[in-house]
């Protein structure tokens, strides 16, 4: 779907903020992570400001052209250039597909196929400028293992790392770029990164038996978190799942409320008759009661 002699072309002039004067400082060593399961893919982030003025998902690019696809991650301390050579890293585990070079755009970038038990969905991630590559094709990493040293490669002003997190593998070759490509069709093809890194971390969380935060689904729509946290949840436990269920509902609720309910113990079980008749589920952290006739939810536990 990429239109030919269209490309990941850079501006004439940086993105207004980008990573220009004054800003936040990083310590630019280390990684955020999740339980050191779960990585930042460049290193010295800064939490509560990883773009520092990048282009974020969805921004325009290419004169109005081009939906952003992704998030330009930026460690740096007013110098626009304070993050090339810094690690960048495989989020999850996965297996590189493809390394390429473009003269303009993208210059050195790499493809991966994620494949990591704890994905919150089919993830190919994509990330472009290299200042230098360290892995080879067909490569297996893990979480964690380095990918490359992000740079300003394809005729960038400023060093970044321009992440994309696809939903499969890419449509139109490993040169993919959206040019003129509608919202939703940018929406259908590719994750939004925040959203991705949340739902991961809830994935994580999970996995390790621990409380998941109501800020880290606070991003997430009602479909992702049935979708990317509940019902790998069921799977785990090898019990039948129905995305749409009013359980399903009342445990998502009960999340957002502020409290985890755990992996399921037990599938629905049928309680009562008549306008009491509905199902229990037994989760690890509480007992859920749901009537069926007016959606009625109660937690014991």
Not at 8 to 13: A, G, I, K
Not at 124 to 142: K, N, T
Request: proline share 8%.
């Amino acid at each position: 779907m990429s239109e030919a002699g269209h490309g990941h072309v850079p501006p004439t002039e940086p993105k207004s903020g980008y990573n220009v004067g004054e800003g936040p400082v990083t310590n630019q060593a280390g990684f955020i992570t999740v339980n050191g399961r779960l990585f930042a893919p460049l290193e010295g982030l800064v939490a509560n400001d990883v773009l520092q003025g990048g282009y974020a998902f969805l921004d325009w690019t290419d004169n109005g052209n081009t939906r952003h696809p992704g998030s330009d991650l930026n460690a740096g301390s007013g110098d626009c250039n304070a993050d090339e050579g810094l690690l960048v890293v495989a989020p999850l585990g996965g297996v590189v597909r493809a390394i390429r070079y473009a003269a303009s755009g993208e210059g050195n970038h790499v493809w991966l196929e994620l494949d990591d038990p704890l994905l919150p969905g089919p993830t190919w991630m994509h990330v472009d400028h290299l200042f230098d590559v360290s892995c080879r094709e067909e490569q297996r990493l893990g979480p964690g293992e380095p990918i490359g040293l992000c740079g300003r490669s394809g005729g960038w002003s400023c060093a970044h790392l321009h992440l994309e997190l696809l939903k499969g593998p890419p449509q139109s070759g490993y040169g993919q770029w959206p040019y003129g490509w509608s919202q939703a069709q940018v929406e259908a093809a590719y994750y939004q990164p925040l959203a991705w890194w949340q739902a991961a971390t809830a994935r994580v969380l999970a996995d390790a038996n621990e409380p998941i935060p109501p800020e880290v689904i606070t991003v997430l729509q009602e479909w992702q978190v049935r979708s990317w946290i509940l019902g790998p949840l069921y799977a785990a436990a090898g019990i039948p799942y129905n995305p749409e269920s009013g359980t399903a509902a009342a445990w998502v609720q009960r999340l957002r409320d502020g409290h985890y309910p755990g992996r399921p113990r037990t599938a629905e079980q049928p309680y009562g008759e008549g306008d009491q008749r509905g199902v229990w589920v037994e989760y690890e952290h509480g007992c859920l009661l749901y009537r069926i006739g007016d959606g009625q939810a109660s937690w014991n536990g």
